[in-house]
């Protein structure tokens, strides 16, 4: 995506929804959203409310884990 009309202030924010399926068919989904603020800087990314993917039980090397998608 070309972000180049953002003037320095300016902002934008995207959001997604990423769902997760397990190898039984069970998902989970959550929105995930990010803000772009417009400068003449080098661009810089802060997550807020990030939360680690735990493994409820089992081998966790035996899953399979994908993510797909454009940004």
Do not use: K, W
């Not at 603020?37 to 680690?52: E, K, R």
Request: glycine residues 8%.
């Amino acid at each position: 995506v070309d972000l180049d009309f953002l003037a320095a202030g300016e902002t934008i924010t995207f959001s997604y929804t990423v769902t997760a399926t397990d190898s039984q068919g069970a998902t989970a989904s959550e929105v995930v959203s990010f803000t772009l603020i417009g400068s003449n800087d080098a661009p810089t990314l802060s997550v807020v409310d990030a939360a680690p993917i735990l493994e409820v039980a089992g081998d966790s090397s035996a899953q399979d884990l994908r993510g797909t998608g454009l940004v």
